[in-house]
């Protein structure tokens, strides 16, 4: 599994980019390929799709823009090809405030969306996109990260680590974070 391409943009295309790393051309779909430009070096995260008939990345020029894509697929009946054009059109501020609002009127601008899948749009993301980092740096976002994983590898839910998360300090090292959020979770 990629994690993210460090690289030159060799091409833009309608709905994808080629991100050059050690002689290799990644084709990359991304939401927005012309906020890329040509023959600059860039710092990609990627998400890896695997289906019985195609491997594809997706690219994203933030961890908070890829966790929140993560978030979107989850969704029954939303795949990749449908998410993506979810981030282009829309903030992810403004698509989070439509969820949490039960915006179906919102949610349905965006192309393929109709009334049943906004619907589970609300049903499978409500109340579930409050660990996303809004104003949050990649580093921050990518610490908070490592110790949510950490977190979910020791077996606590999801629902119990997002209240403590924002409760651990980010500048010490991943020891004492994990000790802090777990001296949180025992109270």
Known sequence: MYDYIKGVITMIKNNSIVIENN???YSVFVSNPYSFELNKDC?????QHITE???????FHSLEEKDFFLKLISVKGLGCKMALPILAVGSIDGIQDAIERENI????KFPKIGDKLAK???LDLKGKLNFIGVGISDDELQVENELKEVLLGLGYKEKEITPVLAKVNTS??????VKDALKLLLR
């Open 43 to 47: 710092k990609l995260y990627v998400y």
């Open 105 to 108: 009127l919102y949610l349905k």
């Open 23 to 25: 002689g290799i051309g």
């Open 53 to 59: 008939d195609e491997h594809s990345l997706y690219g």
């Open 172 to 177: 010490l090292t991943i020891e004492e974070q």
């Open 120 to 122: 589970q749009i609300i």
